[in-house]
Nanobody, 116 residues
Framework: QVQLVESGGGLVQAGGSLRLSCVAS????????MGWYRQGPGNQRELVAT???????NYADSVKGRFTVSRDNVKNTMYLQMNSLKPEDTAVYYC??????????WGQGTQVTVSS
């Protein structure tokens, strides 16, 4: 099993920044791809950004140029640096990990609220 624990969410004013972290533990089969997803009020869960074992990244168009995803494989931790936050970024942010054998895991989520 794999456990994912997110942290770093909170309340911030528009234009501000937050840094989310996701610590992975357990049976971490490598290589794997980690990612951030979010679910806003009344919305479906959507992709924010992913990063694979080779540090190749992919971003949703809505966050390109504002958010940066990174990972530290020694610490088994993924980060999401969020700058120039907008009220529409308000959501619960979830960490995701998937490996080459079809394993797919989710964290419990961390709330990000951006006030206007």
């Amino acid at each position: 099993q794999v456990q994912l624990v997110e942290s770093g969410g909170g309340l911030v004013q528009a234009g501000g920044s937050l840094r989310l972290s996701c610590v992975a533990s357990g049976n971490l089969i490598r290589p794997n791809t980690m990612g951030w997803y979010r679910q806003g009020p009344g919305n479906q869960r959507e992709l924010v950004a992913t990063i694979d074992a080779g540090a190749y990244t992919n971003y949703a168009d809505s966050v390109k140029g504002r958010f940066t995803v990174s990972r530290d494989n020694v610490k088994n931790t993924m980060y999401l640096q969020m700058n120039s936050l907008k009220p529409e970024d308000t959501a619960v942010y979830y960490c995701n990990l998937r490996n080459a054998y079809g394993g797919k895991y989710w964290g419990q989520g961390t709330q990000v609220t951006v006030s206007s």
